[in-house]
């Protein structure tokens, strides 16, 4: 009753309040706390910017690896050994799974029950399935934002599965301090298709799936690929095959993983990669927030109605967007 009433007198400030008290719980490894942050953060429930903000001092620790790849390539799986093994390494590690099909979600969906309760019981591993549809923040924020609480609440690796191969994929890089990009044989001319994204975000390749034909052509088409183009910070992406199924290449994987980890460091690339994130990452917050503020400017329904009247060429979409732009100044 008390607890209403405070909450009640107090508003915005009480949740405040409420949060700073999940901060210790949090960082001391309680799941329970880490889960109700987590949701706190992907819901957008009150008090979720201040979450961020004082889990942010905490966060810049953790290893965030981003897995990405088509439907099926076996990234769950990957993930999945790659947690293992990290495991057995004594790492903790935080799973986010941007895939609606990932065996995360505890419904067995690929059979992997089993496999998945095993974790489920080892709380060094914690794993979170994303709503991919109906993402408040925008999907790609929220994943950095869920990210972050991870990082702070003290995990080592923070793995981040993303599928599919358009922006997401893009989308990605901007939280991840590692991109493994996840490739399978018979892709036909897929490599093709998605190479314009994703040759500048790999800095690894893997070929899964390896045990199938054709895994000798796919990494020939990446070597193709990689000669037309060269990053400007010397890296050379190597291409590890890997049967995730059955844990082959895990080893390698995670060895490719340490060996761009130390060159990062080893170029004092670190801190540059951090700061051409952050510089994405901002614009997209600030867009976000703009487009919000005009939004509520202007009202449900206003945006059909105005574009209806530039469709009909009654009012030029120039001076328009130069009218909005000038009321939020004033505002
Ligand atoms: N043959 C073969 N099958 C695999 C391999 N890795 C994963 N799979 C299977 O491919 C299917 C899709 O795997 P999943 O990890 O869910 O793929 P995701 O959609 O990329 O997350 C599952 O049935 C896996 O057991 C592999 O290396 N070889
Ligand atoms: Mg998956």
């Given at each position: ?11 915005n400030e009480s949740s405040t309040l409420a949060i700073q008290s999940w901060i210790e719980p949090l960082r001391?490894?309680d799941?329970r706390t880490l889960a109700r942050a987590i949701s706190t953060v992907e819901n957008r429930t009150p008090g979720w910017s201040d979450l961020l903000k004082a889990l942010f001092p905490h966060t ?68 979170r ?7 408040l923040g925008?999907?790609?924020r929220t994943?950095a934002d869920v990210t972050a609480v991870l990082d702070a609440s003290g ?130 917050m ?46």
């Amino acid at each position: 009753m008390f607890e209403v009433l405070y909450t009640i007198c107090l508003g915005n400030e009480s949740s405040t309040l409420a949060i700073q008290s999940w901060i210790e719980p949090l960082r001391s490894g309680d799941v329970r706390t880490l889960a109700r942050a987590i949701s706190t953060v992907e819901n957008r429930t009150p008090g979720w910017s201040d979450l961020l903000k004082a889990l942010f001092p905490h966060t810049g620790k953790a290893r965030v690896i981003g897995l990405t790849g088509p439907p099926g390539a076996g990234k769950s799986t990957l993930v999945d050994q790659l947690a293992r093994l990290y495991r057995k390494q004594n790492r903790t590690i935080g799973i986010v799974a941007v895939d609606p099909t990932s065996p995360y979600t505890g419904g067995a969906i690929l059979g992997d029950r089993i496999r998945m309760q095993e974790h489920f019981s080892d709380p060094g591993i914690y794993i979170r399935s994303m709503a991919t549809r109906g993402s408040l923040g925008g999907l790609a924020r929220t994943t950095a934002d869920v990210t972050a609480v991870l990082d702070a609440s003290g995990r080592d690796v923070v793995l981040v599965e993303t599928v599919g191969v358009g922006q997401d994929e893009v989308d990605i890089v901007r939280l991840a301090d590692i991109t493994v990009v996840i490739l399978v044989p018979g892709m036909g001319d897929d490599v093709q298709t998605i190479k314009a994204g994703i040759m500048e975000i790999a800095d690894i390749f893997v070929i899964n799936k390896s045990d199938r034909e054709g895994a000798e052509r796919v990494e020939r088409e990446i070597r193709a690929l990689q000669s037309l183009a060269t990053r400007n910070d010397g890296w050379t992406p190597p291409i590890v095959k890997t049967v995730a199924s059955e844990g082959a290449g895990v080893a390698e994987l995670a060895a490719a993983i340490a060996n761009y980890e130390a060159y990062l460091v080893k170029e004092n690339l670190t801190f540059k990669k951090s700061v051409h994130n952050w510089q994405e990452r901002l614009v997209e917050m600030l867009r976000d927030v703009m487009l919000e503020k005009a939004r509520e400017q202007l009202g449900d329904g206003k945006v059909s109605r105005l574009a209806a009247e530039v469709a009909e060429h009654k009012r030029d979409p120039y001076s328009l967007v130069e009218e909005i732009v000038g009321k939020l100044r004033n505002t």
